[in-house]
């Protein structure tokens, strides 16, 4: 297992969730590590992401200023803090690993994934 996020949970409209993924193997020496997350019915769409080697995060428009991505080197785990859930934020997320540099925001720009943590958010 390359990266196993954990972390999910059934909370309410308003609440807080922090959410981990561990790297192991080849996705420790990635660049760039993502969140993505898909809602039943639709596809799935990129949240955030951050360098392993520091650098500005990335965010989606539809999290910014609610979530905060980040990573920890000592620990080789990047963690997802989401607050102020709305049942809008319901999904499956899933952490992934790009070789890439810059902000790639496309499933295809990323080489390994997590098996995904599941997220509900009751109104």
Known sequence: V?????????????????????????AVGSNIFGWFRQAPGKDS???ASI???????????SVKGRFTISRDITQNTV??????????????YYCAASALSGYP???????????????????
């Open 79 to 92: 963690a997802l803090q989401m607050s102020s859930l709305s049942p809008e934020d319901t999904a499956l």
């Open 51 to 61: 360098t392993w080697h520091g650098g500005t995060p990335d965010y989606a428009n």
């Open 2 to 26: 390359q990266l196993q996020a954990s972390g999910g949970g059934l909370v309410q409209a308003g609440d807080s969730l922090r959410l981990s993924c561990a790297a192991s193997g080849r």
């Open 105 to 123: 925001r496309r499933k295809d720009d990323y080489d390994y994934w997590g098996q995904g943590t599941q997220v509900t958010v009751s109104s």
């Open 45 to 47: 769409e990129f949240v």
